[in-house]
């Protein structure tokens, strides 16, 4: 992965997706390889790497601002830093006027952002997000993948998210990668092309396209294919 990428891997169920997320965050040693992170050998959590689950996955009993501010006392940043990083996530997730509010206060939706605020305050180099959008109705998630854009836009963070959406895949990332089950293995990893071309349009208006539609007829035939295997 590169600076600033959005990179969305897809794949059926038992692939190793999620797997290949907890490999890069630390969670779980590879049997074969390593992982770098700026030329480093990465292989424990640590603050330059984000997770957001999909589950938010909040403190019941802490307002929305004190959740965003739980992993910042964490790692002892100083109070009145805390506190700009804290107004400054929840301006960027749209919930500035929710701080105040405990987690069961908030729909679905607002609870992810919360959570990716949270990720988001702790300043990673790189965050993993592990389906954050498959538990939400089609609206709400609509709704966040314009979000997501938004954050990515403006904080040209290195995202790795995992998705079984083929659309979710072409309207976020710059970056696709295919991977297959049994063994799990990567099988396609190429730049998005819609990425640079659309990057200024509407959902509504990429989803129109001619590009658009020969890219998920590719996708689905590449990810189906593992059925002739």
């Not at 919930?95 to 509010?101: E, G, K, N």
């Not at 976020?172 to 190429?190: E, N, T, Y």
Request: overall charge positive.
């Amino acid at each position: 992965m590169k600076k600033n990428e959005f990179v969305c891997v897809l794949g059926p169920s038992g692939c190793g997706k999620s797997s290949l997320l907890h490999i890069i965050a630390g969670y779980v040693k590879p049997t074969t390889g390593t992982v770098h992170i700026d030329g480093t050998e990465h292989n424990k959590p640590d603050s330059k790497v984000g997770v957001v689950f999909q589950h938010a996955n909040l403190f019941p009993w802490l307002s929305i601002s004190g959740n965003i501010e739980f992993g910042l006392k964490m790692g002892k940043v100083r109070k009145a830093e805390r506190k700009l990083r804290v107004k400054q996530y929840l301006q960027l997730v749209g919930l500035d006027h929710y701080a105040s509010l405990l987690p069961h206060q908030l729909s679905g939706g607002m609870k992810q952002r919360a959570a990716i605020a949270r990720t988001l305050a702790t300043e990673p180099d790189i965050i993993l997000l592990d389906e954050p959008f498959s538990a939400l109705d089609a609206l709400t998630r609509e709704s966040m993948q314009q979000h997501m854009r938004e954050i990515w836009r403006q904080t040209q963070k290195c995202l790795f998210f995992i998705t079984h959406d083929v659309d979710e895949a072409l309207l976020l990332a710059s970056r696709i990668i295919i991977m297959h089950p049994s063994p799990g293995r990567i099988v396609q990893d190429f730049d998005n092309p819609l990425h640079l071309k659309f990057a200024d349009e509407s959902f509504e208006h990429i989803r129109s396209t001619r590009e658009f539609a020969e890219l998920r007829t590719f996708l689905f035939t590449q990810i189906a294919s593992h059925i002739k295997e």
